[in-house]
């Protein structure tokens, strides 16, 4: 099955600094790469996907970006805020409904 | 719609109790997932149904557990009998879409707590 990690596991950065966190997955196949965000005591919801014939995709203040080559791809959050601090989950596909997610990175934005 | 509705919230039970955990997902969506979220093992799908016929239960962690689906509205989920190693947080998620391909939408959850 597809195996996704997910780097780095805690993130702090300053307020107004950017925060990447990097995901890898196994199987090339895998073709829809979507983003979570999960605050503190809340349910996950979608930020931003990515599908594998698109290389980047961008909303606001985030970003994400997919090497299928290397099978990678990564969340850029630009100008970063104290809402967005939560933790965030990547996720790979390879059939139509299983999501295999990342272990989850929490991000500290620190004010 | 108010999007997906769990219950209950919190549970806390003792060892040999059964559980029921319920489901109601927004309306009209046609595909329905259990997701069981730990700090070890954190999202793990337990089962996915599309339009109300279970699809792949090969996460559930086994005969103690099962799930239902009578209808499009409302699922439930059952532990009998619950052990400690079952406390988490259960996620019920609802998609238009045909198994993934749109955004899933997650309930708040069902804290369990097996004593």
């Known amino acids: 099955g597809e195996n996704v990690e997910q780097h780095p596991s805690t993130l702090s950065v300053q307020e107004g600094d950017s925060a990447v966190i990097k995901c890898t997955y196994s199987?090339?196949?895998?073709?829809?790469f979507p983003w979570y965000k999960q605050e503190l005591g809340k349910r996950p919801q979608l930020i931003i996907d990515?599908?594998?014939?698109?290389g980047e995709k961008k909303d606001q203040r985030i970003a994400v970006t997919l090497n299928k080559t290397a099978k990678h791809f990564s969340l850029h959050i630009t100008e970063t805020q104290p809402e967005d601090s939560a933790v965030y989950f990547c996720?790979?596909?390879?059939?139509?409904?299983?999501?295999?997610f990342g272990a989850g990175t929490t991000v500290t934005v620190r004010a | 719609d108010a999007g997906v509705i769990q219950s209950p919230r919190h549970e806390v039970t003792e060892m040999g109790q059964e559980v029921t955990l319920r489901c109601k997902p927004i309306?009209?969506?046609?595909?329905l997932f259990w997701y069981r979220q730990t700090m070890m093992r954190g999202l793990e799908l337990l089962i996915y149904?599309?339009?109300?016929?279970?699809?792949?239960d090969s996460g559930m962690p086994e005969d103690r557990f099962s799930a239902k689906m009578p209808n499009a509205s409302f699922s439930t989920l059952k532990i009998q009998p619950s052990e400690p190693r079952d406390s988490a947080v259960y996620f019920c998620?609802?998609?238009?879409?045909?198994?993934?391909?749109?955004?899933?939408?997650f309930g708040e959850g069902s804290r369990l707590t097996v004593l």
């Open positions: 990515i599908r594998s014939n698109v």
């Open positions: 199987d090339s196949a895998s073709n829809y």
């Open positions: 996720a790979a596909s390879i059939s139509d409904y299983k999501l295999s």
């Open positions: 149904f599309n339009n109300n016929v279970p699809i792949d």
């Open positions: 998620a609802s998609s238009l879409a045909v198994g993934n391909t749109g955004e899933l939408f």
């Open positions: 309306s009209g969506h046609n595909s």
